[in-house]
């Protein structure tokens, strides 16, 4: 072996191993997974506050139709 040959081969294996780590995409599925839901949690929230004063005007308003209704 020529000198120098084992350091050389050396650093190219390195290379190519942080080669791959970038382009491994394994936990970028999990990343997208929690995107989706932080974005579904946050839809729902938003939506369970309209829907809860929707709710709350219709049962008040029922319930002042039952009360006048009954006497």
């Keep these: 072996m020529k000198p120098g040959t084992y350091h050389t081969q050396n650093v190219f294996i390195k290379l190519i191993a942080k080669w791959h780590l970038l382009k491994d995409e394994r936990g970028q599925d999990l990343v997208e997974y929690g995107l989706a839901i932080a974005t579904v949690a946050f839809a729902?929230?938003?939506?369970?506050?309209?829907?809860?004063?929707?709710?709350?005007?219709?049962?008040?308003?029922?319930?002042?139709?039952?009360?006048?209704?009954?006497?």
């Design 44 to 71: 729902m929230t938003a939506g369970m506050t309209t829907l809860a004063g929707v709710l709350n005007t219709t049962f008040s308003t029922m319930g002042a139709a039952i009360i006048s209704a009954l006497g």
